[in-house]
């Protein structure tokens, strides 16, 4: 099975701060990969599908880049609203696999 | 509005049955590949199963295969998943999810879960 190590498993960071999640999938997934955001008590929802098409309604803040096996997301500026647990995601072929996340906290 | 609201959950023993229900509303149920994801307390999202339209292909998390049995019935626009011989480490919530496609599979519209205990 596909295996995909996110990292950090945390980060601390300010409002208006630029943020960088990794993602490395353990076998070539082409552009095969998505981000979720996660808040506390809430279902996940799409932030980026196919490494970086951007999810209507999803603020252009959040962009994705990567093919292969290495894959970031970036929130450009932090706001209050982004402190959340993200998660990193392929599902070309099952086993569909996700990262362990990343939860941003405040500093 | 695209709506996905779970239902079935609850405290089980294990060894024991329970039948997790998907009501799906405002798109077009058939058309769509469906997924159950799951999620132990304070733990990552874990893909479950999922079914195509019309449900004649359906794939499984090798650790519930012969234990849980996806489902749809497009008449009624829901999703199903019949789970059996429940163990402590099925504990999670279970949320169901639409697949879309476009330049890959990815879950657009999710649920809000289904909470899954099993204990004795």
């Known amino acids: 099975d596909i295996q995909m190590t996110q990292s950090p498993s945390s980060l601390s960071a300010s409002v208006g701060d630029r943020v960088t999640i990794t993602c490395r999938a353990s076998?070539?997934?082409?552009?095969?990969l998505n981000w979720y955001q996660q808040k506390p008590g809430k279902a996940p929802g799409l932030l980026i599908y196919a490494a970086s098409s951007l999810q209507s309604g999803v603020p252009s803040r959040f962009s994705g880049s990567g093919s292969g096996t290495d894959f970031t997301l970036t929130i450009s500026s932090l706001q209050p609203e982004d402190f959340a647990t993200y998660f990193c995601?392929?599902?070309?072929?099952?086993?569909?696999?996700f990262g362990q996340g990343t939860k941003l906290e405040i500093k | 509005e695209v709506q996905l609201v779970e239902s079935g959950g609850g405290l089980v023993q294990p060894g024991g049955s329970l039948r997790l229900s998907c009501a799906a509303s405002g798109f077009s149920f058939s058309y769509y590949w469906m997924t159950w994801v799951r999620q132990a307390p304070g733990k990552g999202l874990e893909w479950v199963a999922n079914?195509?339209?019309?449900?004649?292909?359906?794939y499984y998390l090798d650790s519930v295969k012969g234990r849980f049995t996806i489902s749809r019935d497009n008449a009624v626009n829901s999703l199903y998943l019949q789970m059996s011989s429940l163990r402590a480490e099925d504990t999670a919530m279970y949320y169901c999810?639409?697949?879309?496609?476009?330049?890959?599979?990815?879950?657009?519209?999710w649920g809000q879960g289904t909470l899954v205990t099993v204990s004795s």
């Open positions: 079914i195509n339209q019309d449900g004649s292909a359906k």
């Open positions: 995601h392929r599902s070309h072929s099952t086993p569909h696999t």
């Open positions: 076998q070539n997934i082409n552009t095969y």
């Open positions: 999810a639409r697949e879309a496609n476009s330049g890959g599979w990815y879950y657009d519209y």
